[in-house]
């Protein structure tokens, strides 16, 4: 094969620093277009991107150029830049790590269901809960 093919997807997820309520309602959608950009200028291009105010969820494929810990370091490196620019807090940051979950071409839909719905599925369990 003279050229190379991947389709690797991966569920990644983070919070805020501190798990503190810093995605505002008011600039979520900013933000979750910003960082859609962001995953595309690293090719790892976003299918979905949902959060609540302590963390966010993506589902993208993974670049064959780009390790992941380059392409979350990138993303959320500029999109803290750009909450802190367009949010009501300078303080805005990203935790340190993230987790990041290989997902197969047949649990897409399922995943993207799952990072729609964050909403109502922290209605009945926590962040700590999930990861945990």
């Known amino acids: 094969m003279s050229q190379s093919l991947t389709k ?8 805020t620093k501190g798990r503190k309520p810093m995605i505002c309602k008011s600039f979520q959608s900013g ?6 950009g962001l995953f595309k200028k690293v090719d790892c291009p976003a299918l979905i991107i949902n959060s609540v105010p302590d963390h966010i969820h993506i589902l993208h494929r993974l670049s064959k150029n780009v ?12 999109s803290s830049s750009w909450a802190k620019e367009n949010g009501d807090n300078d303080e805005f940051y990203w935790q340190r790590g993230y987790g990041a ?12 269901r ?9 209605k009945v369990f926590s962040y700590r809960e999930e990861i945990e």
């Open 114 to 122: 799952y990072i729609a719905r964050q909403e109502e599925h922290h």
């Open 101 to 112: 979950f290989s997902v197969s071409s047949s649990g897409i839909n399922s995943v993207r």
């Open 31 to 36: 933000l979750h277009a910003y960082m859609a």
């Open 67 to 78: 390790a992941i810990a380059d392409a979350i370091e990138h993303v959320k490196k500029y």
């Open 8 to 15: 690797i997807y991966v569920h990644t997820t983070f919070s």
